[in-house]
């Protein structure tokens, strides 16, 4: 039988919510040069540059976080409203899930 990939199951039957855990994906290289957080995806020979924000998003995955506590990272860094710092992070998560660069666990 056909079986779907990771991102594509993810994407269709997966509900995010802030208690969702998150890590980083396997496939994808991560380094740091300049202050800045390169990706690299092998697979699709593509290189995205995070920014600051989307940086912090990125580390706190490595440790498997739940999407509020990386929420509350954000808030506390930037200083900005709990609503605005879910809402950011929520969609960091969604966008690099469905590109494959984020799991959930």
């Known amino acids: 039988p056909y079986r779907f ?7 269709l039957f997966m ?14 290289v991560s ?14 020979n593509v290189v995205r540059i995070l920014n600051d924000s989307a940086s912090v998003i990125w580390k706190s995955a490595k440790r498997m976080k739940t999407i ?3 929420s509350k990272i954000i808030q506390k860094q930037y200083n900005v409203s ?6 950011d992070t929520l969609e960091f998560v969604k966008k690099y899930i469905s590109m494959g660069y984020l799991r959930t666990t």
Do not use: C, H
């Open 82 to 87: 709990a609503e605005m710092a879910k809402k």
């Open 5 to 11: 990939p990771v991102r594509i199951w993810q994407k």
């Open 68 to 70: 509020a506590e990386v």
């Open 31 to 44: 380094y740091n040069f300049n202050g800045r957080v390169y990706l690299m995806d092998p697979d699709k």
């Open 15 to 28: 509900t995010i919510s802030l208690e969702t855990k998150i890590r980083q994906a396997k496939s994808v």
